[in-house]
């Protein structure tokens, strides 16, 4: 049933042919086993990198959501993969250097920090640098050869001394402060920029004291990563390239280029050159010792983050992309090479996905950096590359339309021609897009996206498909960020995060839902359900009942009634949360934690347990796609995951 604008106003790679389930596929008889359905290959295959260090004529990329993480030795003279490595624990690794002939790696999420030693392959642990869940987030090698690094959550500060690999906590600088973001070193001083609150750090070995030495006039940005060069640091900040003398004085800050957002890589080349890398573009820009301004260099990977640059020799720089690709830049000339980590060697492997989505008639998948395409019927699957995370997909009159973090990139694909296509940057302090749903009738697609870490505000976003227009409605729910949106008759349906990006208090005690009118673009109406409850992950309409799954609490969830206004909690939780999803016979949900498939509606107060055992292969969170009706392995089911696999759902 279609509701109609009068009710909405009253409230306030595959691999395997077809094969056949198993005909029990109703809770009434349990719940079907998830792990013994058959699967369809990967959903999704990635290359993607989250750090690179240089050593003896050879880099090192740490794997980004591989498990176990890798870690890839590749000649930098042959272009070739030479040496890969299993690192123990974790799913990828942001913080790696080059200390002593051996090659420092820093995982999440567990904040393990273990040594590669390049001369007999070995692989040791040096410990921990924080609790479950916990991010090494960068390391560096000081001058004299000691290690340093940045913890989360205990935004702590670190020594690790090659010569035992013991590892030292130095202290966590800034009280309260959960991200350790970034470090550098430069002469006997240790550099840390320290996110929520934000604070540029300097601590001084000889005395082994912390300073703030963040400048007055960048107080309040973010700061990171850092380079040092003789008597000098250089550090990226939200708004500049920043220097200054060792002991924080002296500081020059040169503004970056209008568009930008943060610097993502920097280093400094023997004649005093600062060359950096920046978002949202990706474009490697130079900065003389006595410019004012940045000059564009080149742009060797439109809009990718970079994760690493290195001065190779007096012309040359070497670079290293999120997506999983090094370039060599001519500084001199801007000519460039590009090397595909594949192409050299490396063995992509199953991603957890971001999105899922039909199209006509493949199934579309989104991970780090890439799309996949999967022919049921052929078992061929095809990437295409965009520069982000593909946090959504829609598929909209035979094209793919993806919202990307963290650029906030809202892209269209041509799976014929792989011809992707810009329409630009959400911005507005936006960082994550979550949802995405497509108004026919209006032709726009509202976007449902949250800021950035220490931000509250999120925004709804509309995209004209026809024009091309980007329309940013920022703060649409007051002090929270928008995780969900559904559309039903040109209403879109709205849930709110009152969190938003994280590290900063909430200034709001209840997540809103609401409905905006997409024609129009103005907000109908607000109400905050359930009093206390922070977060709604999910919102969508079935039978004139919104249906909701709560984050914080996690697997609550509830119905609101557009009409009476009535909220009604579910009787049982569900193992986590997860994207509903509605169809003519129901209301449907898969969960994290577990991987279960539930039924939410029409009229239960209590869900019924449909698949279990599907475990937890989503980087977001779990979404359902509909089965074409050839590519049906039963009577009535949906595209979901069994750990990293595609599999066909049975409902009821």
């Not at 913080?95 to 051996?102: E, L, P, S, V």
């Not at 909690?569 to 498939?597: M, P, W």
Request: hydrophobic share 40%.
């Amino acid at each position: 049933m279609i509701i109609s604008r009068r009710t909405a106003l009253a409230g306030a790679l595959a691999t395997g042919a077809l094969t056949t389930l198993p005909a029990t596929a109703h809770a009434e008889d349990g719940p079907i086993d998830g792990s013994t359905l058959p699967t369809f290959g990967p959903a999704v295959v990635t290359a993607a990198v989250v750090a690179m260090a240089v050593h003896d004529g050879h880099a090192y990329v740490i794997s980004r959501g591989i498990v176990p993480p890798r870690l890839t030795e590749v000649d930098l003279t042959t272009h070739r993969v030479t040496r890969t490595v299993e690192l123990p624990t974790g799913e990828g690794g942001w913080g790696i250097t080059a200390a002593a002939g051996k090659v420092y790696c820093g995982l999440y999420p567990t904040a393990d920090v273990y040594c590669f030693d390049p001369a007999d392959g070995s692989v040791s642990h040096v410990r921990a640098l924080a609790g479950p869940g916990g991010f090494v987030w960068d390391m560096t090698t000081a001058p004299d050869g000691q290690v340093f690094a940045v913890s989360c959550p205990n935004g702590a500060v670190w020594q690790i001394d090659p010569a035992t690999n013991t590892a030292t906590q130095l202290g966590a600088p800034v009280p309260g402060a959960q991200y350790g973001r970034y470090v550098g070193a430069a002469g006997n001083y240790v550099y840390a920029g320290i996110y929520t609150p934000s604070q540029l750090v300097g601590y001084d070995r000889s005395t082994g004291v912390f300073r703030d030495i963040t400048p007055e006039a960048s107080r309040g940005q973010n700061f990171g990563p850092f380079a040092g060069a003789g008597d000098r640091i250089y550090v990226g900040s939200s708004q500049a390239l920043l220097s200054m003398a060792l002991d924080g004085s002296d500081v020059r800050s040169v503004p970056l280029p209008e568009g930008q957002s943060s610097v993502d890589a920097i280093t400094v080349a023997a004649d005093g050159t600062t060359y950096l890398t920046t978002r949202t573009s990706g474009t490697v820009w130079s900065c003389g010792p006595q410019d004012t301004s940045l000059t564009e260099v080149a742009t060797p990977a439109p809009a990718d983050e970079h994760r690493r640059l290195v001065m190779l020799d007096a012309s040359t720089l070497l670079g290293s992309t999120g997506s999983g690709v090094l370039w060599w830049l001519d500084v001199g000339t801007g000519e460039f090479e590009l090397l595909d980590l594949v192409d050299a060697g490396f063995t992509p492997a199953p991603d957890k996905p971001q999105s899922m989505v039909i199209g006509d008639p493949h199934v579309y998948v989104g991970g780090h950096w890439v799309v996949t395409e999967h022919a049921i019927d052929t078992g061929v699957a095809r990437r295409f590359r965009v520069a982000g995370e593909a946090k959504t997909l829609n598929w909209v009159r035979g094209e793919l339309y993806s919202a990307l973090y963290p650029s906030t990139e809202v892209v269209r694909i041509n799976p014929r021609t792989k011809e992707v296509h810009s329409f630009g940057t959400i911005g507005h302090e936006q960082i994550r897009p979550w949802q995405a749903a497509y108004d026919p009738k209006s032709k726009l697609l509202a976007i449902a996206s949250a800021p950035g870490t220490g931000k509250l505000t999120g925004a709804l976003t509309l995209l004209d498909v026809r024009t091309g227009e980007l329309d940013v409605h920022y703060g649409v729910l007051p002090d929270q960020s928008v995780l969900s949106v559904s559309i039903v008759d040109g209403i879109a349906y709205l849930g709110g995060d009152v969190v938003g990006g994280g590290g900063i208090p909430p200034t709001r005690t209840s997540a809103a839902i609401a409905a905006f009118d997409v024609g129009r673009r103005e907000l109908l109406w607000a109400a905050e359900p359930l009093a206390g409850e922070r977060s709604i992950q999910s919102v969508a309409v079935h039978d004139g009942i919104l249906y909701g799954v709560l984050k914080r609490t996690s697997g609550g969830w509830f119905t609101y009634d557009l009409r009476t206004r009535a909220v009604v909690r579910g009787a049982n939780k569900l193992s986590g949360y997860g994207q509903i999803h509605t169809d003519r016979t129901g209301v449907y949900c898969e969960t994290n934690f577990g991987g279960n498939l539930y039924q939410l509606g029409p009229g239960l107060s209590t869900a019924k347990l449909l698949v279990n055992k599907l475990g937890d292969g989503w980087y977001t969170v779990p979404q359902l796609t509909p089965v074409r009706s050839v590519q049906q392995t039963a009577e009535h089911s949906v595209w979901g995951l069994a750990d990293r696999d595609l599999v066909q759902l049975p409902l009821p």
